[in-house]
């Protein structure tokens, strides 16, 4: 097979069935999801409570920052969505990591909390929304026929990369302090995601003469992706939505509405996670502990998903996914032994485990790619919103109640009411829109 030619470039491109380039960008994309750490909540509570002391800032004006920070925040998944469609990931994942480096060193030299909101709000931005649609978008553009399978390695990969991060961060943090972790954080994302993204990764399996998954223009697809085809017909590629038509599904809210709901429990959680489990009686060893112990079993979460999702319908699994998240917190109020609480930390990442396949893969398999990096923008906004919320309620409740327990249960109902809907929901018909 001989190599074909990158369009504007004048050296020769991979080749172009095999191995197919859609796993380079593949992994590309999982480093650059483990690169929105810093704009994560749970990336940002591995410095909570050395910043909180540092800064001498209250909880709860700490998680009305977060709040604030993260709303605003939330325009990095809107507009970026539009850009990658437009102007490709390449290109959109050079200029958001090299963005996202820089203020993350500039946030370890904060010196004050008017310093610390812009900082915290323009890691939102940057990483939380903008960095993690273009990493989502980029699978969805290589992948159709094997997406399953592809956003199930992609979420392996990136669970690796986060279950080898938090140590290591939590570890710099312990020993030289929460502003040399975060410069040190800034430093590899700049140095090692920008050139990633400019040498390795291309917009599309067109943009190098490829048909989605490999093959070459004007082949066969080998595996059909639609079980029961009409005879004598070829299976194309999924109808694609538009955005308009997306919104109107009732699946769209399931399935973003449950992912939000996890994004808000994962996010008060990640945040106050130390205080959390000191009110059970645990050091900060049992919080980094339980960290790898969540990253680990989330890896499990993966697999189960990523192989379970080829059986079963999503909407199903979308409500056992829940209904496991929902255990982990009823049982949580109730911790009091080492064996508990990494009985509840692998509920609760093998529930995220299987949540964050399901809110991968359900964009480009149900609504296809033609409006993909618009549809995935307002997901993944919606999930933002809600993270925002979760630090704010966990911090109003321990203040008024001097406990999180009661936040927990309420949050446990709310997480059964989607689960209920998983289950009742119709998946989406094929829209009026076709590519």
Same mark, same amino acid.
């Given at each position: 097979?001989?190599?074909?030619?990158?369009?504007?470039?004048?050296?020769?491109?991979?080749?172009?069935? $095999?191995?197919?380039?859609?796993?380079?960008? !593949?992994?590309?994309?999982?480093?650059?999801?483990? #690169?929105?750490?810093?704009?994560? $909540?749970?990336?940002?509570?591995?410095? $909570?409570?050395?910043?909180?002391?540092?800064?001498?800032? #209250?909880?709860?004006?700490?998680?009305?920052?977060?709040?604030?920070?993260?709303?605003? #925040? $939330?325009?990095?998944?809107?507009?970026?969505? @539009?850009?990658?469609?437009?102007?490709?990931?390449?290109?959109?994942?050079?200029?958001?990591?090299?963005?996202?480096?820089?203020?993350?060193?500039?946030?370890?030299?904060?010196?004050?909390?008017?310093?610390?909101?812009?900082?915290?709000? /323009?890691?939102?931005?940057?990483?939380?929304?903008?960095?993690?649609? &273009?990493?989502?978008?980029?699978?969805?553009?290589?992948?159709? @026929?094997?997406?399953?399978?592809?956003?199930?390695? +992609?979420?392996?990969?990136?669970?690796?990369?986060?279950?080898?991060?938090?140590?290591?961060?939590?570890?710099?943090?312990?020993?030289?302090?929460?502003?040399?972790?975060?410069?040190?954080?800034?430093?590899?994302?700049?140095?090692?995601?920008?050139?990633?993204?400019?040498?390795?990764?291309?917009?599309?399996?067109?943009?190098?003469?490829?048909?989605?998954?490999?093959?070459?223009? #004007?082949?066969? =697809?080998?595996?059909?992706? *639609?079980?029961?085809?009409?005879?004598?017909?070829? *299976?194309?590629?999924?109808?694609?939505?538009?955005?308009?038509?997306?919104?109107?599904?009732?699946?769209?809210?399931?399935?973003?509405?449950?992912?939000?709901? +996890?994004? /808000?429990?994962?996010?008060?959680?990640?945040?106050? *996670?130390?205080?959390?489990?000191?009110?059970?009686?645990?050091?900060?060893?049992?919080?980094?502990?339980?960290?790898?112990?969540?990253?680990?079993?989330?890896?499990?979460? =993966?697999?189960?998903?990523?192989?379970?999702?080829?059986?079963?319908?999503?909407?199903?699994?979308?409500?056992?996914?829940?209904?496991?998240?929902?255990?982990?917190?009823?049982?949580?109020? +109730?911790?009091?032994?080492?064996?508990?609480?990494?009985?509840?930390?692998?509920?609760?990442?093998?529930?995220?485990? !299987?949540?964050?396949?399901?809110?991968?893969?359900?964009?480009?398999? &149900?609504?296809?790619?033609?409006?993909?990096?618009?549809?995935?923008?307002?997901?993944?906004?919606?999930?933002?919103?809600?993270?925002?919320?979760?630090?704010?309620?966990?911090?109003?409740?321990?203040?008024?109640?001097?406990?999180?327990?009661?936040?927990?249960?309420?949050?446990?109902?709310?997480?059964?009411?989607?689960?209920?809907?998983?289950?009742? &929901?119709?998946?989406?018909?094929?829209?009026?829109? @076709?590519?």
């Amino acid at each position: 097979m001989q190599p074909t030619t990158w369009p504007g470039s004048d050296r020769a491109s991979v080749p172009t069935r $095999t191995p197919f380039y859609g796993w380079v960008v !593949l992994g590309v994309a999982a480093v650059a999801m483990v #690169g929105t750490l810093p704009g994560r $909540t749970q990336g940002l509570g591995l410095i $909570t409570e050395p910043l909180l002391a540092d800064l001498k800032i #209250g909880r709860v004006d700490y998680a009305q920052l977060n709040l604030w920070a993260t709303l605003v #925040g $939330t325009a990095g998944a809107f507009g970026v969505g @539009r850009f990658i469609d437009r102007a490709g990931s390449r290109v959109v994942l050079a200029l958001v990591a090299a963005a996202l480096g820089a203020v993350v060193c500039w946030m370890s030299r904060a010196a004050s909390f008017t310093e610390l909101a812009i900082a915290v709000t /323009l890691t939102r931005a940057l990483g939380q929304s903008a960095l993690s649609v &273009v990493s989502i978008a980029m699978v969805g553009q290589w992948f159709v @026929r094997r997406i399953d399978m592809a956003m199930a390695v +992609y979420s392996i990969v990136m669970s690796i990369g986060f279950m080898i991060a938090f140590p290591v961060v939590g570890s710099i943090v312990q020993s030289a302090g929460w502003r040399a972790a975060w410069f040190g954080v800034g430093v590899t994302i700049f140095a090692g995601l920008v050139p990633l993204a400019l040498l390795l990764v291309r917009n599309n399996p067109e943009s190098i003469g490829l048909r989605p998954d490999g093959l070459e223009p #004007g082949t066969h =697809n080998q595996e059909p992706m *639609n079980r029961n085809p009409e005879p004598g017909t070829r *299976n194309p590629e999924p109808p694609g939505f538009t955005l308009w038509e997306a919104l109107v599904t009732p699946a769209f809210w399931i399935f973003a509405g449950g992912a939000a709901l +996890y994004g /808000l429990v994962a996010s008060g959680i990640g945040l106050f *996670n130390e205080s959390i489990l000191a009110e059970r009686g645990f050091g900060p060893e049992i919080y980094y502990q339980t960290l790898v112990v969540t990253a680990i079993t989330g890896l499990a979460g =993966n697999f189960a998903g990523g192989w379970l999702s080829r059986f079963m319908a999503l909407n199903g699994l979308l409500a056992i996914s829940l209904l496991v998240l929902g255990i982990g917190l009823l049982v949580l109020p +109730y911790v009091s032994s080492i064996g508990m609480a990494m009985g509840w930390a692998t509920m609760m990442g093998l529930g995220g485990g !299987l949540v964050m396949v399901l809110f991968f893969s359900v964009w480009p398999r &149900v609504y296809g790619r033609r409006h993909l990096g618009r549809i995935q923008g307002v997901a993944q906004a919606i999930t933002v919103v809600a993270s925002a919320v979760g630090p704010l309620l966990l911090a109003t409740t321990v203040e008024r109640t001097g406990s999180y327990a009661a936040m927990f249960n309420m949050l446990a109902a709310a997480v059964g009411v989607f689960a209920t809907g998983a289950v009742l &929901v119709p998946m989406p018909s094929s829209p009026s829109t @076709r590519n």
